[in-house]
Nanobody
């Protein structure tokens, strides 16, 4: 089982940028897809972005045009470049294996500790 560890979170002003990293203990090629999820206080955990082994991507409407997900298979790392950040983006961000079922993406496995992103107004 590949372990995933998130990093790169921090405090940033609205309009700023951050890049999150998701480092795997093994080859990420064993996954069909990896996903970024986030959970804000008092809110349900939601899908932010998906990237497949074929480098196709899917984004939540709220982050389209602002966030970019990518992967580096040689480094066993997935990234989430976040630009034009808004206070609504404040959340704990998680990376996890994802799988499709009935045309929807679902997380697979256990959640890690995540990385905190705080966007000040």
């Amino acid at each position: 089982q590949v372990q995933l560890v998130e990093s790169g979170g921090g405090l940033v002003q609205a309009g700023g940028s951050l890049r999150l990293s998701c480092a795997a203990s093994g080859s990420i090629l064993s996954f069909n897809a990896l996903g970024w999820y986030r959970q804000a206080p008092g809110k349900q955990r939601e899908l932010v972005a998906i990237i497949t082994s074929g480098d196709s991507t899917n984004y939540a409407d709220s982050v389209k045009g602002r966030f970019t997900v990518s992967r580096d298979n040689a480094k066993n790392t997935m990234y989430l470049q976040m630009n034009s950040l808004k206070p609504e983006d404040t959340a704990v961000y998680y990376c996890i294996q994802a799988a499709s079922f009935l045309r929807h993406w679902n997380p697979v496995g256990s959640w890690g500790q995540g990385t905190q992103v705080t966007v000040s107004s």
